[in-house]
């Protein structure tokens, strides 16, 4: 019971929730300058390395063969080879996936946005 716990605390959609909710904080707090700011950029290339890390942990788990450099692929145009990615393999079944980072990104804009309402 305590490593599945730990394991979703680490897992991909848990790291894309938190960089989501650093970079929201960061701009609900007023963007401010100095190692806030750098956090937040930092924060927002882990969320697409994650989103590419899963992209690659799903198609390995699939056994479906990816091009070489994919990765760096979904890095920088994840917005559009994501949805793509998974229409490829999951047909009307990647509306699932899509809803569920839909949540993920409202939860973590909730999140974000409690320190303004404080």
């Known amino acids: ?8 605390l680490f897992s991909a959609p848990a790291a894309m929730f938190y960089t989501l909710v650093a970079s929201g ?3 609900s707090l007023g963007s401010p300058r100095g190692a806030s ?3 937040a950029v930092l924060a927002s290339y882990i969320f697409v390395t994650s989103v590419a890390l899963w992209v690659l942990a799903d198609a390995n788990r699939r056994q479906r063969a990816l ?4 990765g760096s692929f979904v890095f920088f145009g994840w917005l559009l080879v ?3 990615y998974l229409w490829s393999t999951r047909r009307w079944r990647a509306v699932i996936p899509l809803l569920f980072f839909a949540l ?3 939860l ?6 409690v320190p303004h309402w404080l």
């Open 25 to 27: 904080l960061h701009q």
């Open 37 to 39: 700011a750098v956090a």
């Open 1 to 8: 019971m305590k490593h599945s716990a730990i394991k979703y």
């Open 82 to 84: 994501v949805p793509l």
């Open 67 to 70: 091009p070489y450099d994919y």
């Open 108 to 113: 973590a804009a909730i999140f974000s946005r």
């Open 104 to 106: 993920l990104y409202a």
